[in-house]
């Protein structure tokens, strides 16, 4: 399949300004195309994967991508999608926020194929030598009010009496089209692509480019992600899943693909992944004849994660889940065991105790909540539904000692399957 048909395919496609002629250019060579991204944030979130991956899809079709990084948008906030004004950052903070998402950029885009190399842009480049007078005579004026207000943004916004919009985020629209004006006189840049929301500023573009350069340019928006259970996709009970580890760690970004809903699993592994169609198509069958078996959602976590942090990240998070269900600890980093402290119920451990001939394991079981009571952790034990650091223990006098610690620190509580919990010298506070 070319390009567009694989878009297609995977259901990327949400609108497109002319079908039929943007697939005849695509087919007649290398095209130049471009996504913005404002910097609202040191790193990306999983919600912005998706036109990024598409540059990168277009980028192995032969195509030329360019990242635009919204040092000048960002500065102002785009009201499209947003109930309410963003807070406004400083010219410092973007910078900062420009920095370390180049770092991610770098993992989802090739910039040193000597073919086809993608580029990192700043819109800050071409709009801040700009005065605000030369900008309304020749930029404003090949704008009309009413059309502004017809944009959906816009219009939702006027619509909303209690927050309205101001006049600098009723701007921004003029600041993308001017964005992709200049990216096709210097760079030859023809498309535009981004999420659904972004129409009415994409096609805004393509007016002052027809106006301005006489030349035609296209658009191609991809759809919003949803979850079938109806949330918001890219968030969870402790906030947005980053990029960024030190914002969510890899075993938390791993954990939030492989907890995927079933009835969206299929659908993310054809808008998160470079799996091919034969591939995806196998997995379906797998998923639709057994969804316990959880073939496609270990595709899935994989197959992000490792785009995302690398395969060393990747197989650490992999192992550190395998642990919770019962997986072999022998070998195990301390880096990697630390993912789950936290992510299991965890209590504060009386090292001076487990000195000498140590604790009774069924005081221990108490003190995790695991059991309520001795007489229950002894039933426990004897019912062989009790484990230490993932060993089976089925003695009921068995005694734990510093001997026993992982890491010299932790203590790996299991009853029955599932119901874990870890003792630590150190508080969950401290790993947060």
């Given at each position: 399949?070319?390009?567009f048909e694989?878009l297609?395919?995977?259901?990327?496609v949400?609108?497109c300004?002319?079908?039929?002629e943007?697939?005849r250019?695509?087919?007649?060579?290398p095209?130049t195309?471009y996504c913005?991204?404002d910097?609202t944030?040191?790193?990306?979130?999983?919600g912005?994967?998706?036109?990024?991956?598409a540059?990168?899809r277009?980028?192995?079709?032969g195509h030329?991508?360019?990242?635009?990084?919204?040092?000048a948008?960002?500065?102002?906030g785009?009201?499209?999608g947003?109930?309410?004004?963003?807070q406004?950052?400083?010219?410092?903070r973007i910078?900062?926020h420009?920095?370390?998402?180049?770092v991610?950029?770098?993992r989802l885009?090739?910039?040193e194929t000597?073919?086809?190399p993608?580029?990192?842009?700043?819109?800050?480049d071409w709009?801040?030598?700009?005065?605000?007078?030369?900008?309304l005579?020749?930029?404003?004026?090949?704008?009309?009010?009413?059309?502004?207000?017809?944009?959906?943004?816009?219009?939702?916004r006027?619509?909303?009496?209690?927050v309205?919009?101001?006049?600098?985020?009723?701007?921004?629209?003029?600041l993308q089209?001017?964005?992709?004006?200049?990216?096709c006189r210097?760079y030859?840049c023809?498309l535009?692509?981004?999420?659904?929301?972004?129409?009415?500023?994409i096609?805004?573009?393509?007016?002052?480019i027809?106006?301005?350069?006489?030349?035609?340019?296209?658009?191609?928006?991809?759809?919003?992600?949803?979850?079938?259970d109806?949330?918001?996709?890219?968030?969870?009970?402790?906030?947005?899943?980053?990029?960024?580890?030190?914002?969510?760690s890899v075993?938390?970004?791993?954990?939030?693909?492989?907890q995927t809903?079933?009835?969206?699993t299929?659908?993310?592994l054809?808008y998160?992944?470079?799996?091919?169609v034969?591939?995806?198509?196998?997995?379906?069958?797998l998923?639709?004849?057994?969804p316990?078996g959880?073939?496609?959602?270990?595709?899935?976590?994989?197959?992000?994660?490792?785009?995302i942090?690398?395969?060393t990240?990747?197989n650490?998070?992999?192992?550190?889940?395998?642990?919770?269900f019962?997986?072999?600890?022998?070998?195990l980093?301390e880096?990697?065991?630390?993912?789950?402290?936290?992510e299991?119920?965890?209590?504060?451990?009386?090292?001076?105790?487990?000195r000498?001939?140590?604790?009774?394991l069924v005081?221990?079981?108490?003190?995790?909540?695991?059991?309520?009571?001795k007489?229950?952790a002894r039933?426990d034990?004897?019912g062989?539904?009790?484990s230490?650091?993932n060993?089976?223990v089925?003695?009921?006098?068995?005694?734990v000692?510093s001997?026993d610690l992982?890491?010299?620190?932790?203590?790996l509580?299991r009853k029955?399957?599932?119901n874990y919990?870890?003792?630590?010298?150190?508080?969950?506070?401290?790993?947060k």
């Amino acid at each position: 399949m070319n390009i567009f048909e694989d878009l297609q395919w995977r259901g990327l496609v949400s609108d497109c300004t002319d079908t039929e002629e943007l697939t005849r250019r695509l087919a007649a060579g290398p095209m130049t195309l471009y996504c913005g991204f404002d910097p609202t944030a040191d790193s990306l979130h999983v919600g912005s994967l998706v036109p990024l991956i598409a540059l990168r899809r277009f980028q192995n079709a032969g195509h030329v991508p360019i990242a635009v990084a919204g040092g000048a948008t960002g500065s102002i906030g785009d009201p499209s999608g947003k109930t309410q004004e963003r807070q406004l950052l400083t010219k410092d903070r973007i910078s900062e926020h420009i920095a370390a998402v180049k770092v991610q950029l770098a993992r989802l885009l090739d910039f040193e194929t000597p073919t086809n190399p993608a580029k990192l842009l700043d819109n800050s480049d071409w709009t801040g030598g700009v005065s605000f007078l030369d900008f309304l005579r020749d930029i404003g004026k090949h704008f009309t009010v009413n059309q502004m207000v017809a944009k959906e943004s816009v219009r939702a916004r006027m619509e909303d009496r209690e927050v309205g919009i101001s006049y600098t985020e009723f701007s921004y629209m003029l600041l993308q089209a001017f964005d992709f004006y200049q990216l096709c006189r210097q760079y030859g840049c023809e498309l535009q692509i981004g999420g659904s929301d972004q129409w009415g500023n994409i096609t805004a573009g393509i007016d002052l480019i027809r106006k301005k350069l006489s030349r035609p340019a296209f658009g191609l928006t991809l759809p919003l992600i949803t979850k079938a259970d109806g949330t918001k996709f890219g968030k969870t009970e402790s906030g947005t899943i980053w990029l960024e580890p030190k914002r969510t760690s890899v075993y938390r970004f791993y954990q939030f693909w492989i907890q995927t809903d079933d009835r969206d699993t299929i659908r993310y592994l054809k808008y998160f992944t470079f799996l091919e169609v034969g591939q995806i198509e196998a997995l379906e069958s797998l998923h639709a004849a057994n969804p316990g078996g959880r073939d496609a959602h270990r595709a899935l976590a994989k197959a992000v994660t490792t785009m995302i942090h690398g395969e060393t990240a990747t197989n650490e998070a992999i192992q550190a889940s395998s642990i919770l269900f019962g997986g072999e600890l022998e070998g195990l980093r301390e880096q990697t065991f630390e993912e789950i402290v936290g992510e299991v119920p965890t209590a504060k451990l009386d090292g001076v105790s487990l000195r000498g001939v140590g604790v009774p394991l069924v005081d221990l079981l108490v003190t995790a909540g695991l059991c309520n009571s001795k007489g229950q952790a002894r039933k426990d034990m004897e019912g062989g539904g009790i484990s230490l650091n993932n060993r089976r223990v089925a003695e009921p006098q068995r005694l734990v000692t510093s001997a026993d610690l992982l890491f010299g620190k932790h203590l790996l509580l299991r009853k029955g399957k599932r119901n874990y919990a870890i003792l630590s010298l150190e508080t969950l506070e401290q790993n947060k």
